[in-house]
């Protein structure tokens, strides 16, 4: 089962330059989370630093008890082989076969038989439909196969947390809305932790359990997925209605210099209300996934916390889906 991975206080610089600070949240363990965020914000710098390939200044990224800012490097390693991490870029080696780029990590960390390896390959090579083009080579298929190809290559070592840089990025709507529900697939599969960085709206509106956005410097928020789609933040708003009135420019000087200028100003048109369409499933066939249970407990535990808006779309959801009859409900006339 996936792993809680805690992060308290992150704060990030190169030199002078300033990416993120005092970053706290949780992605509770099986879950999948979502992390939006304008481009150059900070997003794989802040995946890079959950796995410790970069070093934090400030703060801690707990896992099983093994802080991966500040504990010795040996433990870290060892931290690291419970992750998978499918790169923005795909990151493959453009001279190596698909075969081999996803036996890689296997040859890299373990010491499994060849047999045993090609037997774990063929099998996530079809969990992400490349089967028939494993001989081929990156450069040979299209982004979206490429992008595939970094992601069975995360899930060969059995991953309890994976990350995932943009998944979407480079395909189209269609193949996009296979990776969302692949994703949710290989949570219904795996229970593994997961975090996915993305721009796309329509993952973020149906993939996640909870969300956050990174935004000048700050987390903006990050919890349950209803706190962020119902959010009347600005920059909420402006980037889940992908409009050009808001804080969001082109360049971050120009989000600074706007957010001063609003400050001052009188309060933006309201968004129009945003519906929240509801979660993917798992496909017919694959085993419901187990952190929706644990979701649900976890929410409405903690819903007195939560923002008016968050606490009617929690609670509307948890209604709709008692209706549906699509979890396992304790006892007649709860939920409503
Ligand atoms: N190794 C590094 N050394 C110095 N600066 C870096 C390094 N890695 C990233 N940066 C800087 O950190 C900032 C954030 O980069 P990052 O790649 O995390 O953004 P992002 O949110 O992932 O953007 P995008 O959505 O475009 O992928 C950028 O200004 C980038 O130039
Ligand atoms: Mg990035």
Redesign the pocket.
Known sequence: MGIEVVVEGLTKS??K?S?WRDVSLTLPAGEVSVML??????????LKSLIGL?KPEQGRVLINGVDMVNSPERDIYETRKLFGLMF?DGALFGSMSLFDNIAFPLREHTRKKESEIRRIVMERIEVVGLLGAEGKLPGEISGGMRKRAGLARALVLDPQIILC??PDSGLDPVRTAYVSQLLIDLNAQLDATMLI?T?NLDIAATVPDNMGM?FLRELVTFGPREVLLTSDEPVVSQFLGGRREGPIGMSEEKDAATLAAEAGAAPAVPAAPRVIVPQLEPSPGLPPRKAVARRRERVLGMIDTLPPAARTAIRETYARDSRAATLPMPAAGSGA
Do not use: A, R
Not at 37 to 46: E, L, Q, R
């Open positions: 190169f030199g330059q990416i965020g304008p481009s150059g914000t900070g997003k794989t710098v802040f970069l923005q840089d943009e960085v721009h990174l």
